[in-house]
């Protein structure tokens, strides 16, 4: 009897979205920089989406005649030309801002749509070490075999440079200093030595062209591991803000739910005014001003998109697994779960913004505020 491997949760970009890269590949056949998979006008369509249905000029097998390539990031135009820039320099790439606006989704999109992967990813921690940078070694063929190319085991980032195509470093500032400190000749000399192998033709390790290294690092935990001068001088700096219009926050938490709570076996049944409500309430904590201008007490921890997001799949999960009630009661206790996290003055910041505007909504004659209001007692 054969099993049937399960669905995996989340595709890489690269598989989600298919059929809009060979669509691209095929539409756009402008220059490409070495290695690239895409133009870079192609690129930056393919991040932004195109706006319109876009027509093949001939047809091309299994691919439609035409499409319109949907937008996946939510943010300034420009700042994704410049990305693409840099990264048609050879040059590396630093996506820096707070936590949860979407700086690791941009790096996997640019990296499927210059290189057709977003596979090559080392994930920064405190614990990583040079290895994820450089190169390991298969130990039963060292003491087997001694040092050999078959026995080298290529890092991501190695792995990367032998191909021409683009590796990720995620939160560049977990990694230890010295564990850094491997990137910079790695973005420098474009080459990595293997001393081990001295005498072969596999001593070094000569980067081909199309290699460069997208990083992110959020701007709380500078204070980690702090960059050296070097090491920032090796990246192009770009800064990922938070969503800037409230209807299109709202939209993307709304189509990044829907996806969560279908993979849960849902359907997304959320109302929109609390949706609403839910987006109005991180963006008033978020900038510690609401937007009819009233004064706002700021939490500790970031209300960042990522987590509205996370709020609205659970309360959809919840009407749809737990039906109990209006959904809009749910809401004051996951707002406290997302708050009470560093910094347990934040509770009363949360209180304090339930006395400010949520207060002055409900006495304004908003039924949905004044719901709200009537919960405070939740919050306790």
Same mark, same amino acid.
């Given at each position: 009897m054969t099993t049937q491997a399960p669905a995996r949760q989340i595709l890489p970009a690269e598989e989600r979205y298919a059929e809009e890269l060979a669509f691209l590949a095929a539409y756009d056949t402008g220059a490409r920089p070495p290695g690239w998979a895409l133009t870079p006008r192609a690129v930056v369509t393919f991040v932004c989406g195109s706006g319109e249905p876009l027509v093949l000029s001939s047809a091309s097998p299994g691919l439609p005649d035409k499409l319109e390539i949907a937008p996946k990031f939510v943010g300034e135009r420009a700042l994704v030309e410049r990305c693409v820039v840099t990264l048609a320099g050879e040059r590396g790439l630093l996506l820096v801002g707070e936590p949860g606006t979407a700086k690791s989704m941009l790096s996997e999109l640019l990296a499927a749509a210059v290189s057709g992967t977003s596979a090559l990813t080392v994930q920064g921690t405190a614990g990583t070490t040079e290895d994820a940078f450089r190169y390991g070694w298969n130990y039963a063929l060292l003491l087997a075999q001694g040092p050999s190319r078959n026995a080298l085991v290529d890092s991501p980032v190695l792995t990367a440079m032998r191909s021409g195509r683009v590796a990720r470093v995620e939160e560049v500032t977990r990694c230890l200093p010295e564990v850094q400190d491997a990137l910079v000749s790695i973005l420098s000399d474009r080459r990595v030595s293997v001393p081990e192998l001295a005498g072969t033709d596999d001593a070094i390790v000569a980067a081909a062209q199309g290699f460069? @290294?997208? =990083?992110?690092?959020?701007?709380?935990?500078?204070? @980690?591991?702090?960059?050296?001068?070097?090491?920032?001088?090796?990246?192009?700096?770009?800064?990922?803000?938070?969503? =800037?219009?409230?209807?299109?926050?709202?939209?993307? @938490?709304?189509?990044?739910?829907? =996806?969560?709570?279908e993979r849960a076996g849902a359907s997304f049944g959320v109302d929109a005014s609390v949706l609403d409500a839910l987006v109005t309430v991180f963006r008033d904590l978020r900038a510690g001003r609401s937007a009819e201008g009233w004064d706002v007490e700021r939490p500790g921890t970031v209300m960042s998109t990522a987590e509205a997001v996370q709020v609205a799949a659970s309360l959809a999960i919840a009407t749809a697994y737990l039906p109990a009630g209006d959904v809009v009661d749910l809401l004051p206790g996951h707002l406290l779960g997302v708050v009470r996290k560093d910094d347990p003055a934040d509770h009363d910041r949360l209180l304090g913004y339930w006395d400010g505007p949520v207060r002055r909504r409900a006495e304004e004659g908003s039924a949905l505020w004044r719901r709200l209001w009537d919960l405070r007692e939740t919050l306790r």
């Open positions: 460069t @290294v997208i =990083g992110t690092a959020n701007l709380r935990d500078r204070g @980690v591991s702090e960059m050296s001068a070097a090491l920032k001088r090796r990246f192009n700096f770009e800064t990922v803000e938070p969503i =800037g219009d409230p209807a299109a926050e709202t939209a993307l @938490v709304r189509r990044q739910a829907t =996806g969560a709570v």
